[in-house]
Structures are given as structure tokens and as C-alpha cells.
């Protein structure tokens, strides 16, 4: 199957901070990109989603200025935590699609808020 | 709302057992219906899924059936191991969207 690579695995940061996520594909062009959160025992929660070049599209209840996503390429999507909160500590994830239904995930990102 | 309902949350078997792990869902236009593996720390990754125009798909020891009429389908690992413990969910998408709405998730523990 097709390799998304996400870093870092696990970040830990102060309060007030802010983190970077990046997501890539490796092996194929992704028209689209999802980022994910997922709390411990839980499902996937969708964030949001970014198409390369566009605005992201952010799902009810995620603040977009809190979570700014940017797609600037086909095969590149970050994530950037602002001003990072204790309550922000989570697992996220991103996937990419080639355009169809088959979704390939990153490895996800353990972030810690201290 | 949840728009996909699968059920068990945990599940234990024995060694070589065959886990069951069932999903059910309203949406109609749904077309696509995929089961992901994921292990602890680790992002999710795709292991079989299915089309509504057939019932069964077998890929190695993993097989989905699938009731379109029931708007059911289930995933049964053959001869399971202590390898296939992890947590499984199935997911369901419409066509054209490309954004999976995710069961909750099933915990499987398999005992040597």
C-alpha cells in the first residue's frame, strides 16, 4: 500500500506553545488530506480537510484559528497546534487519498501539553 | 447521531479462534465500506473492504459478509493469533466524499 509518513511520533511541549505536525506521502500525489484526533479507547474524530491549494475545511466545533492546516503541496499537509493547552494533549492523525475511497494513514503523533 | 454502530467494544478469543466483530448502518447511500487494524500508538491501516454489490470478500484470513437488505456486515478472522490483537473499526463512506464516518472501534485480544 501506499506510505504516508507523519513527524514527530510524540512531542512534548509547554503550555502556550506551538507545534508542527507534517504530514507526507511518499509514493503518490494526495488530492486530499485529513487530520484526525483520537483520544485514548476512542474513535477517529475528524478535524478537518485540506485539498492542495485551498483552505482547509474545518469540522463543526474545531477552531481553524486554533488548528491551522496548510496544504501546500500535493504530497505535503501540516498542522500547526497554536498556543497549545493541556486540554489539546491527544493522538493525532492525518490520512491521504489518491482521489478514490482508499484512505493510507500516518503513523499519528502523541502530543503532550505539559 | 451515529451513523455506524459496531459492536462488540472488546472482544477475547483463544488462539485460532474466529472473532466476529459486526457493523450496522442507516445511510443507504453509502457504497464503500472498509475495516481498519489499528495497534496501540499506531495510525489505522486499511485491511479489506467492500462494495455493496457483493456479500462476501475474502483476503487471506480476513473475510467481510455483508447484507445489504439487513444494512449489515461483519468481519471474521480465520485462525486468529496473539498477532491480530489490536483494535479494529469499520468505517463506511459515500461515494464521491472520500471521508469515512468511523464505528467505535473493537478491542481484540487474542490469547496464545
Known amino acids: 500500500g501506499a506510505v504516508v509518513s507523519q513527524h514527530p511520533s510524540w512531542v512534548i511541549c509547554k503550555s502556550g506553545t506551538s507545534v508542527k505536525i507534517e504530514c507526507r506521502s511518499l509514493?503518490?500525489?494526495?488530492?486530499?488530506m485529513f487530520w484526525y484526533r483520537q483520544f485514548p479507547k476512542q474513535s477517529l474524530m475528524l478535524m478537518a480537510t485540506?485539498?492542495?491549494?485551498?483552505?482547509?475545511?474545518?469540522e463543526q466545533g474545531v477552531e481553524k484559528d486554533k488548528f491551522l492546516i496548510n496544504h501546500a503541496s500535493l504530497t505535503l499537509s501540516t498542522l500547526t497546534v497554536t498556543s497549545a493547552h493541556p486540554e489539546d494533549s491527544s493522538f493525532y492523525i492525518c490520512?491521504?487519498?489518491?482521489?478514490?475511497?482508499?484512505?493510507?494513514f500516518g503513523s499519528g503523533t502523541q502530543l503532550s501539553v505539559l | 447521531q451515529q451513523q455506524v454502530k459496531q459492536s462488540p467494544q472488546s472482544l477475547i478469543v483463544q488462539k485460532g479462534g474466529i472473532p466476529i466483530i459486526n457493523c450496522a448502518y442507516e445511510?443507504?447511500?453509502?457504497?464503500?465500506f472498509p475495516w481498519y487494524q489499528q495497534f496501540p500508538g499506531k495510525g489505522p491501516a486499511l485491511l479489506i473492504a467492500?462494495?455493496?454489490?457483493?456479500s462476501e470478500k475474502k483476503e487471506g484470513r480476513f473475510t467481510i459478509s455483508f447484507n445489504k437488505s439487513a444494512k449489515q456486515f461483519s468481519l471474521h478472522i480465520m485462525d486468529s493469533q496473539p498477532g491480530d490483537s489490536a483494535t479494529y473499526f469499520c468505517?463506511?463512506?459515500?461515494?464521491?466524499?472520500?471521508?469515512?464516518?468511523f464505528g467505535r472501534g473493537t478491542s481484540l485480544i487474542v490469547h496464545p
Open positions: 468505517a463506511a463512506i459515500t461515494g464521491g466524499s472520500y471521508i469515512p464516518t
Open positions: 490520512s491521504a487519498s489518491w482521489g478514490n475511497e482508499k484512505l493510507f
Open positions: 467492500i462494495r455493496p454489490d457483493v
Open positions: 445511510n443507504t447511500a453509502f457504497d464503500y
Open positions: 485540506s485539498n492542495e491549494g485551498s483552505k482547509a475545511t474545518y
Open positions: 509514493d503518490f500525489q494526495a488530492t486530499t
